[in-house]
């Protein structure tokens, strides 16, 4: 089983270039999220999406957009890279509702660099 | 999150020593989840608490939340070198949102 497949796994951007990370799960889960892991702040979610064709903002959405046009995508996508968008990025997969299951899995991260 | 709220921020033990990480919240916390990170590697997942007086142990760890659900805290007996990394609590603290936040992360390090 693949679980949650994120790609790219490194990247290297220039200020103001765009691309888009995709998270891909295999187990049918209803809900997605994107974190971004900075040093010291622990994970911090930008966007999540409960179910296909939904999202909402995390604590730190600006700068991002997400899609969720299939519900085994989550698409994390950066329209102008800044450098304080350097960071590692998680996606998390959970089946439904947060209290009527447990481990929330997580992809291997992406690690983006943007100059 | 500022609404998680994780101590110590870094903790030294010797091996075979206890410790204990705290996570607190002045919401309910719905849906606990405690993680650890190998420095530079993806997230494993060691427990999910979800009752209030609820505790789980895995091995040498053991994790509770507080009747009020507001507090929950890892305790990990006699450490080794293997338990080294960053431990992350997380939680749906609004209820029914599915919101899940995360706390800064304690770093713990082993030294044997």
């Known amino acids: 089983n693949a679980g949650v497949t994120q790609t790219p796994k490194f990247r290297v951007l220039k200020t103001g270039q765009s691309m888009t990370l995709l998270c891909a799960q295999d187990?049918?889960?209803?809900?997605m999220y994107w974190y971004r892991q900075d040093p010291g702040m622990g994970l911090r979610l930008i966007h999540y999406?409960?179910?296909?064709?939904?999202?909402a903002k995390g604590e730190v959405p600006d700068g991002y957009n997400v899609s969720r046009l299939k519900k085994q995508n989550f698409l994390l996508g950066l329209e102008s890279a800044a450098p304080s968008q350097t960071s590692v990025y998680f996606c998390a997969s959970i089946p439904r509702g947060v209290r009527a299951v447990g481990e929330l899995f997580f992809g291997e991260g992406s690690r983006l660099t943007v100059l | 999150s500022q609404e998680l709220e994780q101590s110590p921020q870094s903790l030294i033990v010797q091996e075979g020593k206890n410790l204990t990480i705290n996570c607190t919240s002045s919401?309910?916390?719905?849906?606990l989840y405690w993680y650890k990170q190998k420095y530079g590697e993806g997230l494993i997942f060691l427990m999910m608490l979800q009752k209030g007086g609820e505790e789980k142990s895995h091995e040498k760890i053991t994790a509770k939340l507080d009747e009020k659900k507001q507090q929950s805290s890892l305790h990990i007996t006699a450490s080794q070198p293997s338990h080294a990394g960053i431990y992350l609590c997380?939680?749906?603290?609004?209820?029914?949102?599915?919101?899940?936040?995360f706390g800064k992360g304690t770093k713990l390090t082993v030294n044997p």
């Open positions: 997380g939680a749906d603290i609004l209820g029914g949102s599915e919101k899940l936040v």
């Open positions: 919401k309910t916390l719905y849906g």
């Open positions: 187990m049918n889960h209803e809900y």
């Open positions: 999406s409960v179910g296909e064709g939904t999202t």
